[in-house]
């Protein structure tokens, strides 16, 4: 079965943030993380128009360090535990 949990943001820049990282079965021994953000930023259409870049290049990048850190970890621990190596996709 898919497994999840949810980030909500209480208190911040955004109007409203939800971040929910899905857990999704692949085969046997697999799985695919699946990451689904949904955010309003202040102040209507005049912040989304503002803003709308600049969160999108942030979000890029935060996502390309957390898969290189991922992917760091899951090779090491494939290698600590001498099994084969995993593979990470976008």
């Known amino acids: 079965p898919e497994r999840q949990f949810v ?3 209480v208190k911040g820049p955004f109007k409203s943030w939800r971040h929910t990282h899905r857990f999704i ?3 046997d021994t697999g799985s695919y993380l699946e ?3 949904q955010y309003e ?3 209507g259409d005049l912040g989304r128009r503002l803003t709308h870049w600049l969160i999108e290049r ?3 990048r ?3 360090y957390r898969h290189s ?3 760091h970890t899951m090779l090491a621990e494939a290698t ?3 099994t084969t190596p995993a593979t990470l996709t976008e």
Request: charged share 25%.
């Open 80 to 82: 600590r535990a001498g």
């Open 58 to 60: 942030k979000l890029v």
């Open 7 to 9: 980030d909500y943001q």
């Open 41 to 43: 930023v202040p102040f």
């Open 69 to 71: 850190v991922t992917l």
């Open 35 to 37: 990451d689904v953000i």
């Open 62 to 64: 935060l996502f390309d």
């Open 25 to 27: 079965p692949d085969g």
